[in-house]
């Protein structure tokens, strides 16, 4: 039964894990487009400055 209960704490910090890799992909794809749609306006941000 303990290790049952390891497994499923491992599990859980997996699940935390992966969510939070898949919303930095998003939120990193967001602010990508965010950027070049303010460049079609000739808006320049910090983050097209390099």
């Known amino acids: 039964m303990q290790t049952k209960g390891?497994?499923?704490?491992f599990m859980l910090a997996?699940?935390?894990v992966?969510?939070?890799?898949?919303?930095?992909f998003f939120a990193s794809?967001?602010?990508?487009?965010?950027v070049s749609f303010l460049q079609l306006?000739?808006?320049?941000?910090l983050a097209s400055c390099g």
């Open 6 to 9: 390891v497994q499923g704490i």
């Open 18 to 24: 992966m969510a939070a890799v898949l919303l930095g």
């Open 29 to 34: 794809i967001g602010i990508w487009a965010a």
């Open 14 to 16: 997996g699940v935390f």
């Open 41 to 45: 306006f000739g808006i320049q941000t």
